[in-house]
């Protein structure tokens, strides 16, 4: 539970509230720093309950058990490179900076650039946390998802002598 607050805290909120005062420091007015925060945390919200419905929703049908198309393509994730994503997705980004900082003259392009990738972090680490939680859930509530003195997983059926059944 103190892995998940402190990546929460130090990735998720410390990012919202550095984009937060980097809004802050360049010429805006009141009314639109609120308007700022209120849509930025409000589509924060939207991303966290999607997230959550779309998990229990998979969760439900099984997409997450051992040979499910959920559990091949998590092996595939990790054999597989995706590098050339990773730089096309980078270029777009440098382009869409680019182009708000031409046209926003009041902010300079450094701003800009971390004001996203700050916004953007905050938003994955609201992606991430359900499933953080359901693995912690996990954790305390099936011995199964915990590992013994020597590093292996416990196997599937043992009991939990400090959790009454």
């Given at each position: 539970?103190?892995?998940?607050?402190?990546?929460?805290?130090?990735?998720?909120?410390?990012?919202?509230?550095?984009?937060?005062?980097?809004?802050?420091?360049?010429?805006?007015?009141?009314?639109?720093?609120?308007?700022?925060?209120?849509?930025?945390?409000?589509?924060?919200?939207?991303?966290?309950?999607?997230?959550?419905?779309?998990?229990?929703?998979?969760?439900?049908?099984?997409?997450?058990?051992?040979?499910?198309?959920?559990?091949m393509m998590r092996a595939r994730f990790e054999k597989k490179s995706?590098?050339?994503?990773?730089?096309?997705?980078?270029?777009?980004?440098?382009?869409?900076?680019?182009?708000?900082?031409?046209?926003?003259?009041?902010?300079?392009?450094?701003?800009?650039?971390?004001?996203?990738?700050?916004?953007?972090?905050?938003?994955?680490?609201?992606?991430?946390?359900?499933?953080?939680?359901?693995?912690l859930y996990c954790k305390y509530r099936f011995e199964s998802f915990?590992?013994?003195?020597?590093?292996?997983?416990?196997?599937?059926?043992?009991?939990?002598?400090?959790?009454?059944?």
């Open positions: 539970m103190v892995i998940i607050l402190v990546s929460q805290n130090l990735f998720g909120v410390f990012a919202y509230l550095f984009t937060i005062f980097i809004l802050g420091s360049v010429d805006t007015t009141t009314q639109s720093m609120l308007m700022a925060t209120i849509v930025t945390l409000i589509l924060g919200i939207l991303i966290f309950v999607f997230t959550c419905v779309r998990f229990y929703k998979l969760l439900r049908e099984g997409h997450y058990r051992e040979g499910s198309k959920k559990g995706y590098m050339s994503l990773v730089i096309f997705g980078g270029v777009r980004a440098v382009y869409l900076i680019q182009f708000l900082s031409k046209n926003f003259y009041s902010i300079p392009i450094d701003f800009i650039f971390v004001g996203i990738l700050c916004l953007a972090i905050f938003y994955t680490m609201l992606f991430v946390l359900p499933e953080q939680l359901v693995i915990n590992f013994d003195k020597d590093g292996d997983l416990n196997p599937m059926g043992t009991k939990r002598k400090d959790v009454i059944y």
